[in-house]
């Protein structure tokens, strides 16, 4: 008899509709992603937020303490499973990290790696919690490159991660074409690009001149794009859908993210009512272009408060049914692109 434990909280599974927890938060999709955790409260956390979220978490494994079954052999399982798109762990500490790291570049997945303990302080919270043993860094850090495998620093990476995968799969390449009004954030935009390894190419000549129509003065057409809310807009119909269908045409960009000022457009508006239609048909006008080339990420950007964070929430689900990932403002993410899941290609279909 093989043992999974000990110190966990049990398993959930979208196929067998097992519950680790309340069953309200229990995500239907039976093929999507595996997380395994040795914290059962990410476990859990997981759970819920991939239902709040609509992304498909298929199954969840609170693997407490691994003296029995470890990370490699879940890695083995999750590999062989028709039902795992995306193998997912938290882990405080691997017994045999060699192994482990050996198989992650040779699994055919993507995999992503939530570890705790990657500090002095954390470890030694982790040596309480799971019994976890100090590993030199320098030689984890080389490990997780060479193996491919995805290291993210928070719950709310990991599941950008999970995002990015359900709503794109395959990511093309590093070039980012980036609109939305608001110099200062593309700016910052651009700032975050590099940090993440990324770039923000200059268009074409084609490009350029399909782009010259939206020019208008206060406005900048070249990548990243800065053009103010009331330029976004021919007569009553938003134009988002247009530059975006322009932009995937370009060779260089091999991804769209559009930022929306949502505050912005609120203090255009009449009322409330009037603003949220205005950011409603701002996502339309998005979902409206082409399905083809290049993956669009959309950020809306809240002020913070509660009609605003709630249609980010919304629009997070129903735009994801589209195949475009949708992002609340930046959290301080570290950025790991030279590592991530669009540079290991084979593992993303």
Excluded at 153 to 182: C, K, N, W
Aim: glycine content about 10%; some cysteine.
């Amino acid at each position: 008899m093989r043992m999974v434990g000990p110190n966990c909280i049990g398993t959930f599974s979208a196929t067998s509709r097992m519950a680790m927890g309340a069953a309200q938060y229990c995500p239907t999709a039976t093929r999507g992603i595996s997380f395994i955790s040795q914290s059962g409260t990410f476990a859990g956390d997981v759970v819920r937020r991939a239902q709040v979220q609509g992304v498909p978490v298929a199954r969840v494994l609170s693997c407490g303490n691994c003296i029995d079954l470890d990370l490699v052999d879940f890695l083995l399982f999750c590999e062989a499973d028709p039902a795992t798109t995306l193998i997912a762990f938290y882990s405080e500490s691997i017994r045999d990290p060699g192994l482990f790291f050996r198989l992650a570049r040779q699994i055919s997945k993507p995999v992503i790696l939530f570890k705790g303990g990657t500090t002095e302080q954390g470890l030694v919270a982790a040596g309480s919690h799971t019994a976890a043993l100090a590993t030199d860094q320098t030689l984890w850090r080389a490990a997780v490159k060479q193996s491919g495998v995805l290291q993210v620093d928070s719950v709310d990476e990991l599941m950008d991660a999970f995002l990015i995968h359900s709503a794109h799969g395959r990511l093309r390449g590093p070039g980012l074409g980036i609109f939305g009004s608001g110099g200062g954030v593309s700016v910052t935009c651009c700032d975050a690009a590099a940090r993440a390894g990324l770039e923000v190419p200059p268009f074409s000549d084609a490009t350029a001149d399909a782009l010259s129509r939206f020019g208008l003065p206060g406005t900048s057409v070249a990548n990243p794009i800065d053009i103010p809310v009331w330029g976004l807009k021919e007569g009553e119909r938003h134009i988002f859908g247009d530059i975006v269908d322009q932009l995937k045409k370009d060779p260089a960009v091999d991804a769209v993210v559009v930022y929306v000022e949502m505050g912005s457009i609120m203090d255009f508006s009449d009322s409330e009512a009037d603003g949220v239609k205005e950011i409603e048909s701002i996502c339309a006008s998005i979902a409206n272009a082409s399905s083809s080339g290049p993956h669009v990420c959309v950020a809306l950007r809240s002020t913070g408060d509660k009609t605003q964070e709630n249609l980010v929430r919304r629009k997070r689900v129903e735009l994801l049914e589209q195949g475009i990932a949708v992002f609340p403002p930046l959290r301080g993410r570290s950025g790991h692109c030279r590592n991530c899941l669009c540079s290991r290609q084979s593992r993303t279909d």
